[in-house]
């Protein structure tokens, strides 16, 4: 028989008591570091107030409240790494909201970061003017963690301390390099009609030539179709040829970008660090084998070539050559900037697609659309990008996309102490202008007129001309508050690029064909297709992300 009085009246041994104990005090740290940095964040918010009082000629700046945390050093790190898309910024928004005051500057921690978030349009527009900034901390953590390059390599193209050695000549340095091969208008149109040339000729493969009508999964189709284009543009047909299923295996490096960036451990992504591994032994491969036939220095001229494609391409590796880089550092790169080349531009696509084709849009978006894209048709059938690129529908529907679905984390290093709304920044501090927070933001965003801000709608960047009665387009009265593209001397060399190829692409496509909506698909557990009708329900969803993630990708594809 069991006497449990006596189990129960026997002292538990030394050991035991220590792990009983180890629980209690993590909830006991946890619940002090909750209070003390509650209690902070409610003394910043009332100093916050009693400044907005004062006369402004005795304000002195003030710290941003830091958001409250349970867990010491990780600080808000697991809700920021919420996978469901735009979660954290609505808690944000939410939180500030709570305060009652218009405080748009906070900071958080984030496994032992610390980051103010800014979210005022004036704080946005101060950070993107500021000449004390620097994207090279950032930089270089995406090149070691996001992109796999090694630390050498990494501080061979972002120095912590510019050296002596590196030459002062603008086009020198990676700008100057992206200004003149990237941004500047008469090489954006180059890449552009050699992008074009390359979809047109893609679409011709793809075997509808002769066809009445055929059902496609829209998305899949689109994908592979844009990719390869846009591949071949700018890095030449070589790589494809060398790596088929380059494709594939880049959908499973972008998904797993954030993961490595943020540093999430290899047990909960396992994926996320093979596939980089397999990605870039295949790219090294091409990179070595092209190089090895330009002698070791890609040559300048021409426009586009079989083994290296654009100028852009060239002109970088020529860069790597003079810094010194290693050949794997080499991939890394080029794999950082086919993710810039791609990861925006295909999900833009396929998200206007979805929405001109949703019988859940009104139908005059589409024959509007149409209506434009004809009108830039030339005589020998192709697309005329410069008309196509002053139209206002296909303008408005292109810029709603981007603030919808982009949510980008655009980042700075401060170099000197700044101001930002009052707040006090401090030098080396880093600030981050979430674009999905602003690009969301109700204040904003929720004007009467319109549809709320977390609905996509066609027509929101059309103004009615007072004197001509005519609906034209423009961005102007959204400045620090729609920054797809990031801002400042760090904004995306890409985007002229972007723009035209997402234009051109949809057009060719719009032209080439009559589309049809037949029903939306989804995939099961098992990645199985499901129909799911025509009903808004079925419409595309956000695929599960991190915050910060560029454009969402769509769920299932
Ligand atoms: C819809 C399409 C695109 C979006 C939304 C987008 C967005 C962005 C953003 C937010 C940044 C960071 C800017 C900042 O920190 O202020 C960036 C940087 C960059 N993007 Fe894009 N991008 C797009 C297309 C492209 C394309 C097509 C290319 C290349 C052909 C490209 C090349 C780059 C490069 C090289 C950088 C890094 C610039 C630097 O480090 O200074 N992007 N992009």
Known sequence: ????????????????????????????????????????WYSSISQFKSRVKSPSTTVKPIPPPLLPYAIPWLGSALTFLNENPGSFWRMLRAKLASTGTNVQVCTILLGGQKAHVVNSAAAVQALFKSKH???????????????????????????????????????????????????????????????????????????????????????????????????TALFGTKILE????????????????????????????????????????????????????????????????????SKVVRARHRHYTREGLSSRGRAAFD?????????????????????????????????????????????????????????????????????????????????????????????????????SLSQHDPQFWDQDTEPPGDVWYAERFLRQDPTTGKQSFGTSWTAGKFFPFGGGTHVCPGRIFAKQEVLGALATLLLKFDLRFVEYLGTDRNGDTLNLGKGAAGFPKVRKQYAGNGTYAVSGC
């Open 242 to 309: 060398m790596n088929p299923d380059l494709a594939d295996q880049f959908w499973e490096y972008d998904a797993g970008f954030l993961a490595r960036f943020y540093g999430v451990p290899k047990i909960f992504k396992p994926r996320a660090y093979a596939c980089l591994d397999e990605m870039l032994d295949r790219t090294q491969a091409w990179v070595e084998h092209v190089l090895a036939e330009h002698g070791g220095n890609p040559p300048e001229q021409p426009d586009w070539e079989p083994l290296m494609g």
């Open 335 to 435: 794999l950082g900037f086919l993710f810039g080349l791609q990861a925006n531009v295909i999900p833009v696509t396929s998200w206007i697609l979805a929405h001109l084709l949703s019988p859940q849009t009104p139908e005059d978006v589409l024959l509007r659309v149409r209506e434009e894209i004809e009108s830039a048709r030339r005589p020998d059938n192709e697309v005329d990008i410069s008309i196509l690129v002053g139209q206002p529908v296909l303008n408005s529907v292109l810029h709603e996309t981007l603030r919808h679905y982009v949510d980008a984390l655009v980042t700075r290093q401060l170099k000197v102490d700044m101001v930002l709304d009052g707040h006090l920044l401090k030098k080396d501090d880093l600030v981050m202008a979430p674009s």
């Open 1 to 40: 028989m069991l006497d449990l009085s006596s189990i129960l009246s026997t002292p538990a041994p030394p050991i035991v008591q220590t792990l009983l104990a180890i629980p209690l005090v993590l909830v006991a740290i946890s619940l002090l570091t909750w209070l003390t940095t509650t209690i902070n």
């Open 133 to 231: 900034v620097s994207r090279d901390l950032f930089n270089y953590q995406i090149a070691t963690q996001g992109l796999g390059a090694s630390k050498r390599d990494a501080e061979v193209m972002f120095p912590s301390i510019p050296s002596s050695s590196h030459s002062d000549k603008k086009e020198d340095s990676m700008d100057g390099l992206n200004h003149e091969f990237l941004l500047n208008q008469s090489a954006a149109n180059s890449l552009t009609n050699k992008f074009m040339e390359c979809f047109r000729s893609t679409l011709d493969n793809a075997d509808l030539e002769d066809l009445e009508w055929k059902q496609v999964d829209l998305f899949s189709w689109w994908k592979k179709l844009l990719f390869n284009a846009s591949t």
